[in-house]
């Protein structure tokens, strides 16, 4: 597999570490003269210097040649456009990363729907792990594009049955389970959410971004 990697923060180069650790062709995008050459020699990986939003520099990547394309800088404008400039070189998998969750309906927009919002993500999985529930370890189980998602249950949501949460819920998701205070209850139909539930529903990844618009008090 051959991958594109806009960036070098912590979380592009802990990308770049494990893709090629498991025998990835990696090359990694810098706009930093002086980075690029920093990275030329700690990474074992290509690295092109320039504007990963720049479609020359992108086609010094050999972009038409990679199967993924990861825009994981700091900067949500610049990774928005790295993307589209990769959809024209026809890049199959192409990823976004978003520090600002506001634009993910741009994105949807530009019909970029594989989202990382790693902040959202941390928090998360911390609190749940302050629970004693380790996604990471159901996440090994699941299949494909499985998912899941956690959201707490606001004043528009109290006393909805979990049958009529699942109704409008996107396609492909469904309740698996609700945390109340020490408790966790089956997603039967009859439960009825209460005011700081905690709802964990299995979805896809393509739904991730409506679920996050949807029912993260912040980006609604």
Known sequence: MRVIIMGSGRLALQTAEIMIARGDEVVIMEKSKERAAELAETMDCAVVEGDGA???VQSAAEAGDADAF???TRDD???IVA???ARRFGIPEVIVKLENPDYIPVCED???TKLALPEISFAMYVSEMARGLNLSEIGELLRGDAR???FLVEENLAGKPVYQLNRELPEDTAVIVVLRAESFLPAREEVVLQLGDEVLV???Q???ADLTRSYTPAQR
């Open 54 to 56: 720049d479609p020359a």
């Open 70 to 72: 990861i825009a994981a």
């Open 77 to 79: 404008q610049a990774n």
């Open 83 to 85: 993307a589209v400039v």
């Open 110 to 112: 530009l019909d970029l």
């Open 148 to 150: 899941l998602f956690r």
């Open 202 to 204: 299995m979805t896809r």
């Open 206 to 208: 393509r739904n991730l």
